[in-house]
């Protein structure tokens, strides 16, 4: 004959095996959505807590030639959008790259990372525009030479059609002056954004073009933003 | 700033440091070095491609003085842990250029050049490393070989720097940064000859070099294009091997027309792309 206690704790244990069987696949999808959530890449939230573009509607929508590429790649296919811009070069240019970043209608021709996002855009005295990007822009890019030509082209070829205020740009990887972009295209010195003052350079595209070194430059900037 | 760090051959010193215009006929420094033999040349026509003739072949002496070219720096692009580009089928640039990289020294020896690598193994030398070792030599050009991961398949290009800004270094010394900087018209008439063969070779292919600030060309003192072949993203890795001899011999092709017009160039002060 089996003991009373035996009974009850044989049913107390049948009711916690139903019972975690049931709660299983909720505790499941708990752990599910938490590590989702610690899975997040410093970059992201980083990128949530930024600002949104600076859109204002009271600015006059303007048309604006976006740089994205063809579909081989190789070539730019200029594309002409309707967006309210600042007349603020800094808040313009912002806007302009932000939108370059969201990328084209087709994907193909996108030249940056989807995943890129700039970080600050600051606009020296001297005309040198200092552009901050997120990592992904460099860890998403395609490798080659070629493939960051065409990223660096791209934000020089679009400012210069729409912030002539931006005379040179240095680009900065989450705050660091970098040695390259993806290991090929050199980040140590500036970028020619505004070619009209040099006459025919046609073997040279703009993003091509190196200015003198920008460490001086980018001193200025740090005092200035540290005020 | 850093300076140009001299690795070796104080003759090399004394021509960068002293800004010595060397030709062939007009001074010791310039005399070239002779050019190694072809020891180990492999055949010089492979694949079907043109073949290229073998100067030894062609009862051409070795020991003739020749213009400044003597030796050849080929940089096999990542390594290590830097795949570099990947694409289908499990391509990986760092493994397919070691063997790109093989079949052209073997080419180039095969025309009387020393042939050097940066790296002949799965590691990953620095930048620095890499311009070091051509920075090294007299008389060498650096070609850095690399795959891309976009662009037409089936296309190749060769890649120069611009012109640098004059520098205001006071010391007749070239800055390691700047270390391209008197060598940028050789490097471009050399990246025009490799890619005009290129051109004809590979439809599609741009006609001339084309200007981009390459990184691992900067800071290299010597004439140095980097060739990059598109892509990765073709769908069998035999259409990259495929491409590899023809590639191989349009660059050795522009790199013996070339050698007539290396004359190492005059190094100023300002470092600003001066050339002979």
Do not use: C
Not at chain 1, 179 to 207: E, I, R
Not at chain 2, 208 to 235: C, K, M, N, W
């Amino acid at each position: 004959m089996i003991a009373k206690w035996r009974l009850w704790l044989g049913g107390a244990l049948l009711v916690a095996v139903i019972g975690a069987a049931l709660y299983f696949p909720a505790l499941r999808r708990q752990v599910n959505v938490a590590k989702q959530l610690t899975e997040k890449t410093a970059e992201q939230a980083r990128r949530e807590l930024l600002p949104p573009a600076p859109v204002s509607s009271g600015d006059p929508k303007v048309r604006v030639r976006m740089f994205w590429g063809s579909k081989t790649g190789d070539s730019f296919t200029p594309v002409t959008v309707e967006l309210p811009l600042s007349t603020d070069p800094v808040l313009r240019a912002k806007q302009v790259l932000n939108t370059l970043l969201a990328g084209p209608i087709d994907p193909e021709t996108r030249t940056l990372p989807a995943d890129a996002a700039l970080l600050a855009f600051y606009l020296l005295p001297d005309g040198t525009g200092v552009a901050d990007f997120s990592e992904s822009m460099s860890t998403s890019i395609p490798s080659g030479i070629q493939s960051e030509q065409m990223a660096v082209d791209s934000i020089t070829r679009t400012l210069e059609a729409n912030v002539p205020q931006v005379q040179r740009l240095k680009i900065l990887l989450h705050g660091q002056e970098m040695d390259t972009l993806a290991g090929h295209l050199d980040l140590t010195q500036t970028f020619l954004v505004n070619t009209s003052g040099l006459g025919t350079q046609p073997k040279a595209s703009a993003a091509s073009l190196l200015t003198a070194p920008i460490h001086k430059a980018v001193e200025t900037m740090k005092s200035v933003t540290k005020r | 700033m850093r300076l140009l760090r001299f690795q070796l051959t104080a003759g090399l010193a004394a021509t960068l440091a002293l800004g010595f215009a060397a030709t062939s006929g007009k001074s010791s420094v310039a005399t070239p070095q002779t050019p190694s033999t072809s020891q180990g040349a492999a055949p010089s026509s492979q694949g079907g491609q043109t073949t290229i003739p073998n100067p030894t072949q062609a009862n051409i002496p070795l020991s003739q003085p020749r213009m400044g070219l003597n030796i050849v720096v080929l940089d096999p692009a990542h390594g290590g842990t830097d795949l570099g580009a990947r694409g289908t089928e499990g391509i990986r640039e760092s493994e397919v250029i070691l063997e790109f990289s093989s079949r052209l020294k073997q080419t180039l020896e095969a025309q009387g050049f020393q042939v050097l690598t940066t790296r002949d193994g799965n590691d990953n030398p620095s930048f620095d490393d890499r311009s070091a070792r051509a920075n090294a030599q007299r008389g060498a050009i650096f070609i850095t070989l690399h795959i891309a991961s976009t662009g037409l398949p089936g296309t190749v290009r060769t890649y120069v720097m611009a012109e640098f800004p004059p520098a205001t270094n006071t010391t007749r010394l070239i800055s390691w940064d700047r270390a391209q900087a008197p060598f940028v018209g050789l490097s471009h008439k050399l990246g025009d000859l490799v890619q005009q063969d290129l051109a004809k070779r590979f439809r599609g292919s741009p006609a001339t070099a084309t200007v981009a600030p390459v990184r691992q060309l900067r800071t290299t003192a010597a004439p140095a294009i980097a060739v990059e072949i598109s892509s990765v993203v073709v769908q069998q890795r035999g259409e990259l091997d495929r491409m590899i001899p023809g590639v191989a011999d349009a660059i050795t092709h522009g790199v013996v027309a070339f050698r007539p017009s290396y004359i190492l160039p005059l190094v100023s002060s300002a470092g600003g792309g001066n050339q002979p």
